[in-house]
């Protein structure tokens, strides 16, 4: 089992910036492809970015290019989401997710780990 934790949310203004931390715990952190979504009222969990296990193959919704970055320290179980020129339509829960998979003789097996989330909110 992998336990997460995401800190960092808040409340800002438009055109501010705030970083998100997701730190992991319990089983290994090798391996985990880590990445975050967000879930407003009213809207389905939408994929934000993600990153692979050694930080070198990122990927990120087009609505955040170019303002958000994913990053990950491996020596402290950690993911980062960076976000700036944040905007009110950015304003949602923010949660982190770990994906392992495990080849099996008999066939993979996916591990899917949860944090609780972290709130989000941009004033106009």
């Known amino acids: 089992q992998v336990r997460l934790v995401e800190s960092g949310g808040g409340l800002v203004q438009a055109g501010g910036s705030l970083r998100l931390s997701c730190a992991a715990s319990?089983?290994?952190?090798?391996?985990?492809?880590m990445g975050w979504f967000r879930q407003a009222p009213g809207k389905e969990r939408e994929f934000v970015a993600g990153?692979?296990?050694?930080?070198?193959?990122?990927s990120y919704t087009d609505s955040v290019k170019g303002r958000f970055t994913v990053s990950r320290d491996n020596a402290k179980a950690t993911v980062y989401l960076q976000m700036n020129s944040l905007k009110p339509e950015d304003t949602a829960v923010y949660s982190c997710?770990?994906?392992?998979?495990?080849?099996?003789?008999?066939?993979?097996?996916?591990?899917?780990?949860w944090g609780q989330g972290t709130q989000v909110t941009v004033s106009s």
């Open positions: 319990g089983r290994s952190f090798t391996g985990l492809t």
């Open positions: 990153i692979n296990w050694s930080g070198g193959s990122t």
């Open positions: 997710n770990a994906k392992r998979l495990i080849i099996t003789t008999q066939g993979p097996i996916e591990n899917d780990y």
